[in-house]
T-cell receptor
Framework: GESVGLHLPTLSVQEGDNSIINCAYS??????FIWYKQESGKGPQFIID?????DKRQGQRVTVLLNKTVKHLSLQIAATQPGDSAVYFC????????????FGTGTQLKVEL | KAGVTQTPRYLIKTRGQQVTLSCSPI?????VSWYQQTPGQGLQFLFE???????NKGNFPGRFSGRQFSNSRSEMNVSTLELGDSALYLC???????????????FGPGTRLLVL
């Protein structure tokens, strides 16, 4: 039968603006979270990670926020650039799950000039 | 330090055939995981290998198998290919944390498999 593609939410931002990409997770036992960026034709590229004993972690132009109460994760990108255009995935795992990552469906970020 | 490498990058097979994909992890990484990415199902975990042993397995049929060698390089095999096996197959490697602590997984570029 015909396969139906996952509907990727799209976030369009102007160059120079800040971007916020959200992710909800379902496993309350998850304690390690990673954000990946995937450009067309490439594998996912690590951006930033956070463990459950933290609420916030900052990298270069990126910040990840974790709200365990509502099982929500967000990625903030400051001063968004055209090179930031890609699909962004959140992934989660838990100590008992080893390296088995569970991925979200992804968000398409489009940066408009 | 070189990243994760995967070979071949592209592959075309016909239904019923089998295929073997190869992955070389980042130097020093001993855990290798495989994922399947399709437009319909997204990114799904296949299995993880550490010290030549399968440590975790996802919900895929037995046609999907893998192995790891003593140098941490890994291969995955898909037998009796079906049209639905067309996908991007991604390999990721990581260090192994103490007491089960997770370490960051770094992905290769993937092998694009098309089954006709």
């Amino acid at each position: 039968g015909e396969s139906v593609g996952l509907h990727l939410p799209t976030l369009s931002v102007q160059e120079g603006d800040n971007s916020i990409i959200n992710c909800a997770y379902s496993n309350s036992a998850s304690d390690y979270f990673i954000w990946y960026k995937q450009e067309s034709g490439k594998g996912p590229q690590f951006i930033i990670d956070i463990r459950s004993n933290m609420d916030k972690r900052q990298g270069q132009r990126v910040t990840v926020l974790l709200n365990k109460t509502v099982k929500h994760l967000s990625l903030q990108i400051a001063a968004t650039q055209p090179g930031d255009s890609a699909v962004y995935f959140c992934a989660e795992t838990w100590r008992g799950g080893g390296n088995k990552l569970t991925f979200g469906t992804g968000t398409q970020l489009k940066v408009e000039l | 330090k070189a990243g994760v490498t995967q070979t071949p990058r592209y592959l075309i097979k016909t239904r019923g055939q089998q295929v073997t994909l190869s992955c070389s992890p980042i130097s020093g990484h001993r855990s290798v995981s495989w994922y399947q990415q399709t437009p319909g199902q997204g990114l799904q975990f296949l299995f993880e290998y550490f010290s030549e042993t399968q440590r975790n397995k996802g919900n895929f049929p037995g046609r999907f198998s893998g192995r790891q060698f003593s140098n941490s390089r890994s291969e995955m095999n898909v037998s009796t290919l079906e049209l639905g096996d067309s996908a991007l197959y991604l390999c990721a490697s990581s260090l192994v944390g103490l007491a089960g602590l997770q370490e960051t997984q770094y992905f290769g570029p993937g092998t694009r498999l098309l089954v006709l």
